[in-house]
């Protein structure tokens, strides 16, 4: 069994992080004191389960973390500040702060790193997450030991569902376009203008109709879906947004 270190205080470390292309120093005090921060740690960055649900998911609740009293969200992994730096890039990240653990320090202390070398990773983080309060670990989900890399309570809807059970999440938007298509760039203006958060899928022209028909029952562009319900066309998109004001 990984260790739990809830009623503790975080490990006392410095780390050297690569931010904004140049070296910046920070520590535990620094990143904890004085603040309500989640944690969430995993294996590596760029890897697959790390890139497309673990870090995304934290990234997308990051507004209702904040308006839960949450002061910072990070996420910390046993890699070197230019690896973590670069994956933050390529994830497009504004409110999650990637934390480069690269001697594996502040993991060794949190009694989560392991040995993944029969895969070639060498030692690594346990994935788990956290909530610390002034420095002391309030509350750890930490994965199953189990063989291979478990991914059950370490996400990001479930420390929201610990900090704030009725919390309110964003909306999961997704839009399908067609390059150069009008009603598609009116509709886009019109969610920037509500502040609508969205997913565009732009669809080629050789399977547009074909995948729309299918999945939305039409084969115009755009089509919107919200948390998995068909909205529409763009005249239902316009009426969608009035209805939500």
């Not at 030692?123 to 610390?132: A, C, F, I, Q």
């Not at 509350?139 to 919390?167: N, Q, R, Y």
């Amino acid at each position: 069994m990984m260790q739990n270190f809830e009623g503790n205080k975080v490990p006392q470390v410095d780390f050297k992080l690569h931010e904004n292309n140049q070296w910046v120093a920070t520590n535990s005090a620094e990143l904890f004191d004085n603040k309500t921060v989640v944690v969430f740690s995993l294996p590596g960055a760029f890897t697959p389960t790390c890139s497309s649900t673990h870090l995304p998911r934290y990234e997308e609740l990051a507004p209702a973390f904040k308006a839960n009293g949450v002061d910072s969200i990070l996420c910390v992994s046993v890699n070197d500040g230019f690896v973590m730096e670069s994956w933050g890039k390529d994830q497009g990240l504004k409110a999650v702060r990637p934390i480069a653990d690269g001697n594996g320090t502040f993991t060794e202390g949190m009694g989560m790193l392991v040995d993944k070398s029969a895969i070639g990773f060498g030692k690594r983080s346990w994935r788990y997450s956290m909530l610390v309060k002034n420095g002391v670990v309030s509350k750890m989900f930490i994965e199953p030991d189990v063989e291979g890399d478990p991914f059950l309570v370490s996400d990001a809807d479930t420390m929201l569902k610990h900090i704030a059970p009725d919390a309110k999440k964003p909306e999961q938007v997704a839009l399908f376009t067609k390059d150069g298509c009008p009603f598609c760039a009116t509709a886009k203006e019109e969610l920037k203008a509500a502040g609508v958060s969205y997913f565009e899928m732009p669809l080629a022209d050789n399977v547009r109709q074909r995948l729309l028909s299918a999945v939305a029952g039409k084969s115009t562009s755009p089509q919107m879906f919200v948390n998995g319900a068909l909205v529409g066309d763009g005249a239902a998109i316009s009426q969608w947004i009035k209805a939500r004001a």
